[in-house]
């Protein structure tokens, strides 16, 4: 089991930049790639980015591609999404999960998952 903490969230206006975190623990070996998904109020949880840990082989959703990067620390066993010129659609909560391989924006793939941070973007 692989054990993941979430940080960063929090509010910014439309055009603002966050940086997301997690952190992984456990056994973190049995792991492929890591991933962000969010999930916005009344709407089901979506693919935002993913990245292997060894190749370092990213994905993006369409949504967030030119405006999101996902980044990885292995010896920090850490995965950053850095979020630039945020939107409104950006809102709701994301979590980070781990396991995953291709394709890798398949949530059913990730058998770990954070407790989710909230991305709230005012317009």
């Known amino acids: 089991q692989v054990q993941l903490v979430e940080s960063g969230g929090g509010l910014v206006q439309a055009g603002g930049s966050l940086r997301l975190s997690c952190a992984a623990s456990?056994?973190?070996?049995?792991?492929?790639?890591m991933g962000w998904f969010r999930q916005a109020p009344g709407k089901e949880r979506e693919f935002v980015a993913a990245?292997?840990?060894?190749?370092?082989?990213?994905s993006y959703a369409d949504s967030v591609k030119g405006r999101f990067t996902i980044s990885r620390d292995n010896a920090k066993n850490t995965v950053y999404l850095q979020m630039n010129s945020l939107k409104p659609e950006d809102t709701g909560v994301y979590y980070c999960?781990?396991?995953?391989?291709?394709?890798?924006?398949?949530?059913?793939?990730?058998?770990?998952w954070g407790q989710g941070t909230q991305v709230t973007v005012s317009s």
């Open positions: 999960a781990a396991g995953g391989i291709f394709p890798l924006y398949s949530e059913s793939l990730y058998d770990s």
């Open positions: 456990g056994r973190t070996f049995t792991s492929a790639a």
């Open positions: 990245i292997v840990w060894g190749s370092g082989r990213t």
